[in-house]
Nanobody, 119 residues
Framework: QVQLVESGGGLAQPGGSLTLSCAASGNRFGISVMGWYRQAPEKRRELVAEITSDSTRTYAESVKGRSTISRDNAKNTVFLQMNSLKPEDTAVYFC?????????????WGQGTQVTVSS
């Protein structure tokens, strides 16, 4: 089992910045992709960004150019730096990690951290 603990959410002003962190613990062997989804009220959960173990990055169009995802493989920690925040970035952000096993890939989720962008 892999446990994911997120931190760094909170209230930010439009145009401001936040950095989210997500640390994996437990049986971390085989963790491949790590990333972030978000879910705003009454909207579907959407992928924000993800990063593979060899640092290939993918971003949603809505955050591309103003967000950076990075990871520390030694610590199995993933970071999401968001700049030029907009009110529409307000959502609960969920970290996830994919673990490759003999029987397939298991996806684990964090509990979510609230990001609110408001003046």
């Amino acid at each position: 089992q892999v446990q994911l603990v997120e931190s760094g959410g909170g209230l930010a002003q439009p145009g401001g910045s936040l950095t989210l962190s997500c640390a994996a613990s437990g049986n971390r062997f085989g963790i491949s992709v790590m990333g972030w989804y978000r879910q705003a009220p009454e909207k579907r959960r959407e992928l924000v960004a993800e990063i593979t173990s060899d640092s290939t990055r993918t971003y949603a169009e809505s955050v591309k150019g103003r967000s950076t995802i990075s990871r520390d493989n030694a610590k199995n920690t993933v970071f999401l730096q968001m700049n030029s925040l907009k009110p529409e970035d307000t959502a609960v952000y969920f970290c996830y990690a994919d673990q490759v096993r003999q029987v397939g890939v298991a996806r684990y989720w964090g509990q979510g951290t609230q990001v609110t962008v408001s003046s």
